[in-house]
C-alpha cells in the first residue's frame, strides 16, 4: 500500500514538473525570437537546470525521484536546441565567456541541425584570449564546409586575424602604450566617449534612477580634466521610451546623436538637438542623412564644423555598413546628399565609429572587414576627404581580440595622445571606456656618401652629440644610413663622420615636432683611391650554397635589432651570385639566399614579413673581379659577389 501511494504521488507530480519546463522553454524561444536575449537565456538556464525542482525540496521525501522525472521530461534534441539557443543568447549580450562552454559541449557532436556551430564557438574562444583553441575549431569549420557561405567567407578571414594577432602579441614597442580602465565605468556599458567644452559625454546602459529599465541606452555628461571624472549626469533629452547613443557636438553646443526604439523596428537615425532651458531641445531628425528603412549612426563633426561624419546602410553602401560624409552649412544643418567615402575605406563587413584627427589629417575608424585582431579593430588613413590612404590596422595593444571601436582624443598635436577608445577586452560582457596614451619616441636618420661619387658609404664610424651628455658611436648600415634614438628634449646637435681613406666631416643637425628627424646629407672627401666596400654592406655565401654562415647571422642580427627599434622601417635583401652557372640557375640560387636572410629575420627575430622585399638578382652587379690581370679565376672575387646586401626603403 505504501508504494501505491508513492507511485501516485509521482504520477501527480509528473504533469506539473512538465508543464514548468515546458512554459519556461516556450518563455526562452518568445524572448529569443524577440531579440530580447538577456531575458531568453535566464529563461533557457531555468529549462535546462534539470536539477532544481519546481518548489524547494526540503523535507521532501520524493525530490530525488522527482529530479530524475524532470530529466526524463528533456528530449535530446529540445535538449540541444534549447543549449543552442542559450549560447546564441550569451553571444549576442557579448558575454562569451558564458557562451564558449554551451557551444564547447555540442561541438563534439553532430552539427548538422546547427552547421555555423563551429563558427561562433571559435569566436567565442578568440574573445576570451584563447586563439590558438579559436584557430584550431575554425579550422573545423572551414574544412567541413557546410555552414553559411557568407560566414564561410568570414571564417578564412578569421584564420588570417589569429595569425595577425599572434604576430602582434609579439610587437617589440607595446611598452610605449599604456591603456587603462577609466574610472568612470560602471556596471553595464560604457562607450562612445566625446569631449566637448571641458565636458565627457558618453553612452551607457548603467542602472540609476533616471533609467528606464535594464539595458537602455542613455547619453550621459560629467566634468572632466587630466583623467578626472566628475559625477555622471544623464542628459535630460526628450524621446520617452527612445535610446540614445554615439553623439558628436558642434562648436555651437548643438548634439548629434544616434537614437533607435527599444522595441520593436530597431532603425537607427541621427538627430539633432539644442541646449535649451532645464536640459535639451525635441530632437529633429537629420534629413537626407537618414533613409527611411536604413540605419544612419555613429556621427562625428569634425573641429571646423564642416563635414559630418557617420555610418550607415543606405542605398550605395558597399558593405553591410558603410562610412559616410555630408557637407554642413554654417549652422551645421546638412548642406547636400551624403557621400560614400569609397572602397578604400569601406569593406564588406561593418566600418563605423569614425574620428577624425585634423592635427595630422588622420581619420579613424573600426571595422570588422579586414585582417584584424577580432571583432572590431581600429584603423587610421591619412587624408583630407577627398582622397584616402590604405587604411592600416593600429595594432596591439590599441587593438585587442574583442571589439575595440569609438576612437576620441582631444590632443592637438599626437594621434595616440590622451585618448580614448571603447573596449570590452577586460568585460565579460559589454564595452567600457579606456584611456590610451602613448610614448613617442623620437630618431635622427640620415645618410652618408662619398662626396665625388655620390656613392652610400656603409661602415662609416659616426659620432653623435645629441645633448644627452655623452657622444654616441653608430656606424653606417649597407646602405650607409644610420639611425639614433633622441632625447625627449633634443633641440640641436652634431654628427661627425671617420672612415679610412676619407676626411673626417661634421654636420650641424636641429629639432623640431617630428618622429624621425632626417638629418642634412653628410658627405666625405676621399684622401686616396677608396678600398673594396665594407663586409658590413653583405652577409656573404660559400660556393652553390644558400645556407646562412655564422657571421652572416651575426650582421642580421644587428639588422633585426635596428628594425625593431624602429617598427616603420622596412627593408629590400637583394641576392647575389658569382658568374658560374646559367643565368636561370642563378636567378634561383640568388632568390634562395635573400630568402634564408628573410627566414631567418621572420621566424628567429620575428621580424613582419611584410616589411621585407626579396629582390634576386643573379650574377649582376658584381663589387669583386672574378679573374685575375693575366686571366686566372680570382677565389676571393669570386667570393665578394655570392652575396645578400640590404638596403632601406622606407619607414
Excluded at 539644442?274 to 555613429?298: C, F, I, M, R
Amino acid at each position: 500500500m505504501r508504494y501505491l501511494l508513492i507511485a501516485l504521488l509521482l504520477l501527480q507530480l509528473l504533469p506539473a514538473a512538465a508543464q514548468t519546463r515546458t512554459d519556461f522553454l516556450k518563455a526562452a524561444d518568445k524572448y529569443f525570437e524577440q531579440g530580447d536575449f538577456f531575458s531568453a537565456a535566464s529563461y533557457y538556464e531555468k529549462y535546462l537546470d534539470e536539477n532544481a525542482p519546481v518548489k524547494p525540496a526540503v523535507n521532501n521525501p520524493f525530490a530525488v525521484t522527482r529530479q530524475q522525472a524532470v530529466q526524463a521530461q528533456l528530449p535530446a534534441s529540445a535538449k540541444r536546441k534549447a543549449v543552442y539557443q542559450l549560447a546564441e543568447s550569451y553571444r549576442k549580450l557579448n558575454h562569451f565567456v558564458k557562451a564558449a562552454p554551451h557551444y564547447a559541449s555540442l561541438a563534439q557532436g553532430d552539427q548538422q541541425a546547427n552547421p555555423d556551430l563551429l563558427y561562433w564557438y571559435a569566436t567565442c574562444l578568440a574573445a576570451t584570449n584563447r586563439t590558438a583553441e579559436a584557430n584550431d575549431v575554425m579550422q573545423r569549420y572551414v574544412a567541413a564546409n557546410a555552414g553559411d557561405k557568407e560566414l564561410l567567407v568570414q571564417a578564412k578571414q578569421q584564420v588570417k586575424n589569429y595569425a595577425f594577432a599572434s604576430q602582434q602579441m609579439q610587437r617589440a614597442d607595446t611598452a610605449l602604450y599604456k591603456v587603462s580602465k577609466a574610472a568612470i565605468n560602471s556596471t553595464g556599458a560604457t562607450y562612445a566617449p566625446v569631449i566637448s567644452k571641458g565636458d565627457i559625454y558618453f553612452t551607457s546602459t548603467r542602472n540609476d534612477s533616471t533609467t528606464t529599465g535594464p539595458y537602455t541606452n542613455h547619453i550621459y555628461s560629467a566634468s572632466y580634466s587630466q583623467n578626472s571624472f566628475g559625477m555622471p549626469t544623464r542628459l535630460a533629452v526628450p524621446g520617452g521610451i527612445q535610446e540614445q547613443g554615439a553623439a558628436a557636438f558642434a562648436p555651437s553646443g548643438k548634439m548629434y546623436f544616434t537614437r533607435w526604439q527599444s522595441t520593436g523596428a530597431k532603425g537607427a537615425a541621427i538627430y539633432t538637438s539644442e541646449p535649451a532651458a532645464g536640459g535639451w531641445s525635441e530632437p529633429v531628425k537629420l534629413p537626407l542623412v537618414n533613409t527611411d528603412g536604413y540605419n544612419a549612426q555613429h556621427p562625428f563633426v569634425t573641429n571646423d564644423c564642416k563635414f559630418l561624419l557617420f555610418a550607415s546602410d543606405m542605398p550605395g553602401t558597399m558593405g553591410k555598413l558603410d562610412l559616410w560624409v555630408a557637407p554642413l552649412d554654417a549652422d551645421g544643418n546638412v548642406a547636400a546628399a551624403p557621400k560614400n567615402l569609397g572602397s578604400t575605406i569601406n569593406t564588406a563587413g561593418d566600418d563605423v565609429s569614425p574620428f577624425y584627427h585634423a592635427a595630422s589629417n588622420t581619420l579613424v575608424f573600426a571595422s570588422n572587414g579586414r585582417v584584424g585582431l577580432g571583432g572590431f579593430d581600429l584603423f587610421t588613413s591619412a587624408g583630407d576627404f577627398n582622397i584616402w590612404a590604405q587604411p592600416v590596422n593600429a595594432g596591439y595593444p590599441v587593438n585587442s581580440v574583442k571589439d575595440d571601436l569609438h576612437f576620441f582624443t582631444n590632443s592637438n598635436e599626437r594621434l595616440f595622445t590622451s585618448a580614448f577608445i571603447s573596449s570590452d577586452r577586460y568585460s565579460a560582457c559589454c564595452l567600457e571606456l579606456l584611456t590610451l596614451d602613448r610614448e613617442y619616441k623620437r630618431y635622427m636618420t640620415g645618410l652618408v656618401v662619398d662626396c665625388k661619387t655620390q656613392q652610400p658609404l656603409a661602415g662609416t664610424q659616426l659620432t653623435i652629440e645629441d645633448g644627452s651628455g655623452r657622444n654616441i658611436r653608430i656606424t653606417t648600415s649597407a646602405d650607409g644610413r644610420y639611425l639614433h634614438e633622441l632625447p625627449a628634449q633634443y633641440a640641436a646637435g652634431k654628427v661627425t663622420g671617420e672612415k679610412d681613406n676619407y676626411h673626417t666631416a661634421t654636420i650641424t643637425t636641429a629639432g623640431g615636432v617630428f618622429d624621425t628627424m632626417q638629418s642634412p646629407l653628410l658627405c666625405l672627401q676621399p684622401i686616396d683611391k677608396p678600398q673594396p666596400p665594407s663586409k658590413l654592406m653583405f652577409v656573404y655565401f660559400d660556393f652553390d650554397v644558400a645556407t646562412l654562415r655564422d657571421e652572416a647571422k651575426s650582421t642580421l642580427d644587428s639588422l633585426a635589432a635596428a628594425m625593431t627599434k624602429v617598427p616603420g622601417m622596412k627593408i629590400e635583401i637583394g641576392g647575389y651570385t658569382d658568374g658560374k652557372g646559367n643565368e636561370t640557375y642563378n636567378m634561383r640560387l640568388s632568390e634562395n639566399r635573400a630568402k634564408a636572410c628573410m627566414k631567418y629575420l621572420v621566424e628567429t627575430k620575428m621580424i613582419d614579413a611584410s616589411r621585407i622585399v626579396i629582390m634576386p638578382y643573379g650574377e649582376c652587379c658584381h663589387v669583386g673581379n672574378e679573374t685575375t690581370s693575366d686571366g686566372k679565376d680570382n677565389p676571393e672575387g669570386r667570393q665578394l659577389n655570392r652575396r645578400a646586401e640590404f638596403k632601406i626603403i622606407g619607414f
